[in-house]
């Protein structure tokens, strides 16, 4: 059974950054890349970026370009994403969801985790 | 980016209902991949139909997906009370990937 257990909620300052983690089970993690999506509360879901599951290759959204970077720990099954300098607007559940390849839809989520930015 | 507008915001229906949701691109989505999501309040999204119309492993026959180009529906035949939550597509062919911005379902 695939499972996706994502670390727990954050509250940061401003200009902090946040690292949460994701952790697979139940698949062979090499198999499948990870994408990261976020909700802002009470609103739609936006795509951030995705990393291979086998070979670290990663695309990211230029809307955070920059700012994000997305990492897989292979022997552990484990992907990482990092949001740096941020902003009160960045306040949001993060999900991770895997996907076969980079151009895929997203067959299981994790159970998201909320990012909270407040000084 | 490929936008996505769905419609209508809210759909108003009984149970044993039949739902049509729409989902309009800006440009037509490369290969039809164009995914529906289902999504209960505090809970992640979960995958009903993938390339615009098969159904993801464990979703009931009553959910269909339909459409190609700029022009696609989720149609669920017969709601059940389960089935009243917030549907999203989601565009995968042209990056960046690009969600709707939902459609709520809920009883009339």
């Known amino acids: 059974q695939v499972h996706l257990v994502q670390s727990g909620a954050e509250v940061k300052e401003p200009g902090a950054s946040v690292k949460v983690s994701c952790k697979a089970s139940?698949?062979?993690?090499?198999?499948?890349?990870i994408s990261w999506v976020r909700q802002v509360p009470g609103q739609g879901l936006e795509w951030m970026g995705w990393?291979?599951?086998?070979?670290?290759?990663?695309d990211y959204s230029q809307k955070f370009q920059g700012r994000v970077t997305v990492t897989t720990e292979i022997s552990t099954g484990t992907a990482y994403m990092e949001l740096r300098s941020l902003r009160n607007d960045d306040t949001a559940v993060y999900y991770c969801?895997?996907?076969?390849?980079?151009?895929?839809?997203?067959?299981?989520w994790g159970q998201g985790t909320l990012v909270t930015v407040s000084s | 980016e490929i936008v996505l507008t769905q419609s209508p915001a809210t759909l108003s229906l009984s149970p044993g209902g039949r739902a049509t949701l729409s989902c309009g691109a800006s440009q037509s989505v490369s290969n039809n991949y164009l995914a529906w999501y289902q999504q209960k309040p505090g809970l992640a999204p979960r995958l009903l139909i993938y390339d615009a119309s098969s159904r993801a492993t464990g979703i009931p026959d009553r959910f269909s997906g339909s459409g190609s180009g700029t022009d696609f529906t989720l149609t669920i035949s017969r709601l059940e009370p389960e089935d009243f939550a917030v549907y999203y597509c989601q565009q995968y062919g042209t990056a960046p990937s690009t969600f709707g911005q939902g459609t709520k379902v809920d009883i009339k």
């Open positions: 990393i291979s599951g086998y070979n670290y290759r990663t």
């Open positions: 969801a895997r996907v076969r390849w980079a151009a895929d839809a997203f067959d299981y």
């Open positions: 139940g698949y062979t993690f090499v198999s499948y890349g």
